[in-house]
């Protein structure tokens, strides 16, 4: 059973554009969920991250949403650009930073210059 | 500064036999984990080690086994393989055991059962 939901599961977008990215979630232990990117042949890197306790973090051209009664958490990427063509995966883990991480399925987005 | 090495980058293997892959975590970090990512899915948490112990297992089979050695390097076993192995293998380093920094991945081991 997948713990993570991700949707959608490819997107386009245009340079310049905003791209978002939807997760949802079962279970209520989760209190820790990233967002990572993965490049082709790499492993995944620490995009950003949040916390139950704050509803929106935002680190530069990146923003997480955060809905804890509907168990929902978002991405968001302003100004989309042609680098950030990659795979997303949120995650979510029942402590914070713990090691244990539910990843969603990633979503490969495409920048169109 | 180094980030998470694993090696070998690429692994070929047939149905039945053994494989060994090794992670060194970045300087520092004290704690290990093992994903596997089968192609177009999300990693799968395999084990967490933590000061050469385990702290965390997934959902696999006994055929997955690991360890930690004292200079917090480790390694990842698969007896038996089976096709359905067939995946990138991750190791992700930690300063503790639950680090509100994070992990960080390395670039993994691809490992191919024919």
Redesign the interface.
Known sequence: QQQVKQSPQSLIVQKGGISIINCAYENTAFDYFPWYQQFPGKGPALLIAIRPDVSEKKEGRFTISFNKSAKQFSLHIMDSQPGDSATYFCAASTKTGANNLFFGTGTRLTVIP | DAG?TQSPTHLIKTRGQHVTLRCSPISGHK?V?W?QQVL??????IF?YYEKEE??R?NFPDRFSARQFPNYSSELNVNALLLGDSALY?C?S?LG????????????TRLTVL
């Open positions: 998470v704690s984990s994903y177009g899915q999300g990693p799968q948490f967490q702290r965390g997934g991750l992700a930690s055991l639950a680090s509100p920094k994070g992990q960080f991945f390395g670039p993994g």
